[in-house]
């Protein structure tokens, strides 16, 4: 089973709208850590916002927020006031407490297969 | 500026060949990885290391090897057993301390077979 899941592999948004990108995870690990990165198309990967798993508010970033619900495990980006250079593939991405005692991939992350924004003009 | 370097930026491999990637961060980073991302895909992790003189196996291992003989540098070579090495090679650091410490991202180095 994948362990994340983004269902928009790409999306068209106007400029100054906001927009959601959605991901959903699975995990049984009750402490986990979610982030979001951008990756334009230089190729880089910038690190947008986390949500840890037992944060009681939802994570803010300038115009990055998180809306964080945890029974449906998901963690869907909020980007507001769209712009030309938000154009970007986001990944979503998970770090599991238990990964690091596993060994075989212990204390990486998790990505989803992105989601490739388009703002338009 | 304190961050990731990765060289060279492209790469191309003759069938047989091994090729080093470099990897080189001046953020005092404990932790260091390697991803590899196919056209379309999202990351998946070869090989990190949390310290020095030591580094574990991730989820495709196969075909490479690292080594980490210094805090600041993790080589990454793709082996002739890497039999499909075409893809966009990630480096990535992180400081141990804090579970929502994100990994900070080098530019990459795009591997071709000639």
């Known amino acids: 089973a994948q362990k994340i899941t983004q269902t928009q592999p790409g999306m068209f948004v106007q400029e100054k709208e906001a927009v959601t990108l959605d991901c959903t995870y699975d995990?049984?690990?009750?402490?986990?850590?979610l982030f979001w990165y951008k990756q334009p198309s230089s190729g880089e990967m910038i690190f947008l916002i986390y949500?840890?798993?037992?944060?009681?508010q939802n994570a803010t970033e300038g115009r990055y927020s998180l809306n964080f619900q945890k029974a449906r495990k998901s963690a869907n980006l909020v980007i507001s006031a769209s712009q030309l250079g938000d154009s970007a593939m986001y990944f979503c991405?998970?770090?599991?407490?238990?990964?690091?005692?596993?060994?075989?991939?212990?204390?990486?992350?998790?990505f989803g297969k992105g989601t490739h924004l388009i703002i338009q003009p | 500026d304190g961050g990731i370097t990765q060289s060279p930026k492209y790469l191309f491999r003759k069938e047989g060949q091994n090729v080093t990637l470099s990897c080189e961060q001046n953020?005092?980073?404990?932790?260091m990885y390697w991803y590899r991302q196919d056209p379309g895909q999202g990351l998946r992790l070869i090989y990190y290391?949390?310290?020095?003189?030591?580094?574990q196996k991730g989820d495709i291992a196969e075909g490479y090897s690292v080594s980490r003989e210094k805090k600041e540098s993790f080589p990454l070579t793709v082996t002739s057993a890497q039999k499909n090495p075409t893809a966009f090679y990630l480096c990535?650091?992180?400081?141990?301390?804090?579970?929502?410490?994100?990994?900070?991202f080098g530019d990459g180095t795009r591997l071709s077979i000639l």
């Open positions: 990535a650091s992180r400081a141990r301390r804090g579970s929502n410490q994100p990994q900070h």
């Open positions: 995990t049984s690990d009750p402490s986990y850590g």
């Open positions: 949500q840890g798993s037992y944060d009681q």
């Open positions: 991405a998970m770090r599991e407490a238990s990964r690091r005692d596993s060994g075989g991939g212990a204390d990486g992350l998790t």
């Open positions: 953020l005092n980073h404990d932790a």
């Open positions: 290391s949390q310290i020095v003189n030591d580094f």
